[in-house]
């Protein structure tokens, strides 16, 4: 990793990052090492991202001369978005809608900076090698949204692909980055498309959006930037301006689609064919609308049935709000969506869903009031908007039987839910009533958690599992802390659990020390798949630590086998969440079918459960080996025939009869057969032994 840049000079955050991303090492200690380098690279970075963005956002309204960090839009340009800075090396701009392509509507506008950042995560997780990106740190403070991201050595003469110009000009004249952004675009499901420039006189085939830059930087580096429209919208709506910018399909929305879907489809660019990828767009949409979204509601209805005392009595916290919200955008389902979801959750059968799904609306429609008035008081200083903060929880938690409380909910939260969620609330809910509506608990803590609010909670004289009600006015006194909530990158997460992970298997450690690493890795497990739900490799990772951890554990009598199948169980359930991330990635069956194997073949299991778990494991295997075949790399090919052949020789050992064990000695055979591996030919040339 480079050095720090001396006193007084900028940094190189770039350099930094793209080094230590770089890098790999075999042995599990060097390679935590190095991800807990990285780790504190992505500390400083946000620490100073913080720093900065408190600086700009508190100056906004000061004196042009006055500003502790001075604006640069001038010299950088863009058509879209607020003003830029720079601040110590790192590259800020405002997600707000100060050109009026959203109509004047600055939330719009952070939506559409939530979609560069999310954008950018996707691409990274592609890991196509020798393609770079900036590093991206997406800050809300005050109700303002930044993007923070790493300065790279590009400028207009660097451009090899795609337009800067809004679709004006078009270029593409760099063979090995196009080979690395059509490898993008395979694994994310885009499609390719010719795109014209504005005189119809050039054209290019494209990958991503046509105003998604690739550039080879003054460093030799391939980078691709501004990805914020990677994914294709929704059919647009009449009447909401800038729709394409910021109704977005979901990634796994996207990946669900049997035909891949164009970035540029309802754009106004030169794009040949628009009409068809128009058209597919509109068949995911629907998908979406007649598939996706009542299998969620089934779903919750089936995990919260009131049929089920222990799930329906329990109480509702934050984390079960947080966990729909996961599972929603695992599912490809925008949450603007989640009135529909609500809709589809019958009353009778499970209140509670509709209560967690409600509390989750209700927390992001007061987070945005908050966030409007926010961004309307203009004062430099923390005060204001400590009072401001003050009066909505007091009218939002008032007693019941507070007028201007019922007045809040039943006029303006109710208008406001029924526009951006539609569909919410059912011919029932004329008048909202706030203790049966949402938990207020929960939506206390989701507002909290999602604003970096931090209260003080012993001056709440009622606060229970699921009761808050303000018996009397809180003051400023009582808002212990506003920070900067600041969302950065899910890999450092993903890749530190993993080596730990890795590292907790290799060591010969006591169960304590064993069950400390693997609570750590799941921690970051956790926070990978929370910054991004469909972060396969995070789930089908934390699958693997805990079938290895199980099988370990289990043979070396260090847990019940009723602790071991509880690990084997939970595991599953990752694998289930995987398969509806992508159910095309190959990997997850292999996965899923060397866990079976595994637990098929603890002697303690009864003769018939190991030959059901045998049945089960050789059908995954087969689903990885024939139609997800193309989505396996070699080695894992190999090692998924070599493991389907070894289970069907333990298939062969428990069968009861001579003819079952033949049967089951030529199926390994036959699957032997399609490996070119050393030990499948070695294993293949002794079942053909055995078979005489």
């Given at each position: 990793?480079?050095?720090?840049?001396?006193?007084?000079?900028?940094?190189?955050?770039?350099?930094?990052?793209q080094?230590?991303?770089?890098?790999?090492?075999?042995?599990?200690?060097?390679?935590?090492?190095?991800?807990?380098?990285?780790?504190?690279?992505i500390?400083?970075?946000?620490?100073?991202?913080?720093?900065?963005?408190?600086?700009?956002?508190?100056?906004?309204?000061?004196?042009?001369?006055?500003?502790?960090?001075?604006?640069?839009?001038?010299?950088?340009?863009g058509?879209?978005?607020?003003?830029?800075?720079?601040?110590?090396?790192?590259?800020?701009?405002?997600?707000?809608?100060?050109?009026?392509?959203?109509?004047?509507?600055?939330d719009?506008?952070?939506?559409?900076?939530?979609h560069?950042w999310?954008?950018?995560?996707?691409?990274?997780?592609?890991?196509?090698?020798?393609?770079?990106?900036?590093?991206?740190?997406?800050?809300?403070?005050?109700?303002?949204r930044?993007?923070?991201?790493?300065?790279?050595?590009?400028?207009?003469?660097?451009?090899?692909?795609?337009?800067?110009?809004?679709g004006?000009?078009?270029?593409?004249?760099?063979?090995?980055?196009?080979?690395?952004?059509?490898?993008?675009?395979?694994?994310?499901?885009?499609?390719?498309?010719?795109?014209?420039?504005?005189?119809?006189?050039?054209?290019?085939?494209?990958?991503t959006?046509?105003?998604?830059?690739?550039?080879?930087?003054?460093?030799?580096?391939?980078?691709l930037?501004?990805?914020?429209?990677?994914?294709?919208?929704?059919?647009?709506?009449?009447?909401?301006?800038g729709?394409?910018?910021?109704r977005?399909?979901?990634?796994?929305?996207?990946?669900?689609?049997?035909?891949?879907?164009?970035?540029?489809?309802?754009?106004?660019?030169?794009?040949?064919?628009?009409?068809?990828?128009?058209?597919?767009?509109?068949l995911?949409?629907?998908?979406?609308?007649n598939?996706?979204?009542?299998e969620?509601?089934?779903?919750l209805?089936?995990?919260?049935?009131?049929?089920?005392?222990?799930?329906?009595?329990?109480?509702?916290?934050?984390?079960?709000?947080?966990?729909?919200?996961?599972?929603a955008h695992?599912?490809?389902?925008?949450?603007?969506?989640?009135?529909?979801?609500?809709?589809?959750?019958?009353?009778?059968?499970?209140?509670?869903?509709r209560?967690?799904?409600?509390t989750?609306?209700?927390?992001?429609v007061?987070?945005?009031?908050?966030?409007?008035?926010?961004?309307?008081?203009?004062?430099?200083s923390?005060?204001?908007?400590?009072?401001?903060?003050?009066?909505?929880?007091?009218?939002?938690?008032?007693?019941?039987?507070?007028?201007?409380?019922?007045?809040?909910?039943?006029?303006?939260?109710?208008d406001?839910?029924?526009?951006?969620?539609?569909?919410?609330?059912?011919?029932?809910?004329?008048?909202?009533?706030?203790g049966?509506f949402?938990?207020?608990?929960?939506?206390?803590?989701?507002?909290?958690?999602?604003?970096?609010?931090?209260?003080?909670?012993?001056?709440?004289?009622?606060?229970?599992?699921?009761?808050?009600?303000c018996?009397?006015?809180l003051?400023?006194a009582?808002v212990?802390?506003?920070a900067?909530?600041?969302?950065?990158?899910n890999?450092?997460?993903l890749d530190?659990?993993?080596?730990?992970?890795?590292?907790?298997?290799?060591?010969?450690?006591?169960?304590?020390?064993?069950?400390?690493?693997?609570k750590?890795?799941?921690?970051?497990?956790?926070?990978?798949?929370?910054?991004?739900?469909?972060?396969?490799?995070?789930?089908?990772?934390?699958?693997?630590?805990?079938?290895?951890?199980a099988?370990?554990?289990e043979?070396?009598?260090?847990i019940?086998?009723?602790?071991?199948?509880?690990?084997?169980?939970?595991?599953?359930?990752?694998?289930?969440?995987?398969?509806?991330?992508?159910?095309?990635?190959?990997?997850?069956?292999?996965?899923?079918?060397?866990?079976?194997?595994?637990?098929?073949?603890?002697?303690?299991?009864?003769?018939?459960?190991?030959?059901?778990?045998?049945?089960?494991?050789?059908?995954?295997y087969?689903?990885?080996?024939?139609?997800?075949?193309?989505?396996?790399?070699?080695?894992?090919?190999?090692?998924?025939?070599?493991?389907?052949?070894?289970?069907?020789?333990?298939?062969?050992?428990?069968?009861?009869?001579?003819?079952?064990?033949?049967?089951s000695?030529?199926?390994?055979?036959?699957?032997?057969?399609?490996?070119n591996?050393?030990?499948?030919?070695?294993?293949?040339?002794?079942?053909?032994?055995?078979?005489?």
């Open positions: 990793m480079a050095d720090p840049a001396p006193p007084g000079a900028a940094r190189d955050w770039n350099e930094e990052f080094r230590i991303q770089s890098e790999y090492y075999d042995d599990y200690e060097e390679e935590i090492a190095r991800l807990q380098r990285f780790q504190k690279l500390d400083d970075f946000s620490r100073v991202a913080r720093e900065g963005s408190e600086l700009i956002i508190a100056d906004l309204f000061a004196v042009a001369d006055l500003r502790r960090v001075k604006p640069i839009t001038t010299q950088v340009g058509i879209a978005g607020g003003e830029k800075y720079s601040y110590q090396g790192i590259f800020f701009k405002f997600a707000t809608d100060s050109k009026g392509i959203f109509g004047g509507n600055d719009a506008a952070m939506k559409a900076g939530a560069e999310r954008s950018y995560l996707e691409l990274a997780d592609c890991r196509v090698p020798g393609l770079h990106f900036p590093f991206v740190a997406i800050i809300d403070r005050r109700g303002y930044l993007l923070a991201q790493t300065m790279i050595p590009i400028d207009e003469s660097t451009l090899v692909y795609g337009s800067r110009d809004g004006r000009t078009v270029v593409s004249n760099n063979a090995e980055l196009v080979g690395r952004v059509k490898r993008v675009a395979k694994h994310l499901n885009l499609a390719s498309h010719v795109v014209w420039d504005e005189d119809m006189k050039e054209s290019i085939k494209a990958f959006p046509i105003d998604c830059e690739g550039h080879v930087g003054h460093d030799t580096r391939l980078y930037i501004d990805p914020a429209r990677l994914f294709p919208p929704e059919p647009p709506i009449q009447g909401i301006r729709a394409r910018l910021f977005l399909l979901r990634p796994e929305l996207v990946r669900l689609s049997r035909r891949s879907l164009c970035s540029d489809a309802f754009s106004r660019f030169q794009v040949e064919g628009l009409e068809n990828f128009n058209r597919d767009v509109q995911a949409h629907q998908l979406l609308l598939v996706v979204i009542p969620f509601s089934a779903w209805s089936d995990r919260y049935s009131s049929a089920d005392p222990k799930t329906s009595n329990s109480p509702i916290y934050h984390h079960d709000v947080v966990e729909i919200e996961v599972e695992r599912r490809g389902i925008n949450f603007r969506h989640l009135g529909l979801v609500r809709r589809g959750i019958v009353e009778s059968d499970a209140p509670k869903a209560t967690v799904v409600a989750a609306i209700a927390a992001r007061i987070k945005n009031v908050i966030r409007t008035h926010s961004r309307a008081v203009k004062a430099t923390e005060t204001a908007f400590r009072k401001l903060l003050v009066s909505y929880f007091n009218l939002i938690f008032a007693p019941a039987d507070d007028a201007k409380c019922s007045e809040f909910w039943n006029k303006h939260l109710k406001r839910i029924e526009k951006s969620f539609p569909s919410t609330l059912s011919p029932s809910e004329a008048t909202l009533h706030r049966e949402v938990n207020e608990r929960a939506l206390l803590d989701r507002i909290n958690n999602m604003m970096g609010i931090n209260l003080n909670q012993s001056k709440l004289p009622e606060i229970g599992a699921s009761k808050v009600e018996g009397r006015a003051t400023e009582d212990l802390e506003i900067a909530v600041v969302r950065t990158s890999r450092v997460s530190q659990a993993t080596a730990i992970a890795k590292k907790s298997l290799a060591s010969s450690s006591t169960t304590s020390e064993t069950r400390k690493l693997l750590e890795a799941e921690e970051n497990f956790k926070l990978a798949i929370e910054l991004k739900p469909d972060d396969i490799r995070a789930i089908q990772n934390w699958a693997l630590s805990l079938a290895f951890q099988s370990r554990l043979r070396s009598n260090s019940t086998e009723e602790e071991a199948e509880q690990m084997y169980s939970s595991a599953i359930d990752k694998l289930q969440s995987a398969v509806t991330v992508n159910k095309n990635d190959g990997r997850t069956h292999v996965i899923w079918g060397n866990l079976l194997f595994e637990m098929a073949s603890s002697s303690t299991r009864a003769r018939p459960s190991r030959l059901r778990l045998i049945k089960e494991a050789c059908e995954h087969h689903v990885a080996t024939t139609s997800l075949r193309e989505s396996l790399r070699e080695a894992i090919l190999d090692d998924c025939v070599f493991n389907w052949g070894q289970c069907l020789l333990l298939q062969a050992e428990l069968d009861s009869s001579k003819s079952s064990r033949i049967e000695l030529k199926s390994a055979s036959s699957i032997y057969a399609k490996s591996s050393l030990k499948a030919k070695q294993a293949h040339a002794l079942v053909l032994a055995t078979l005489g």
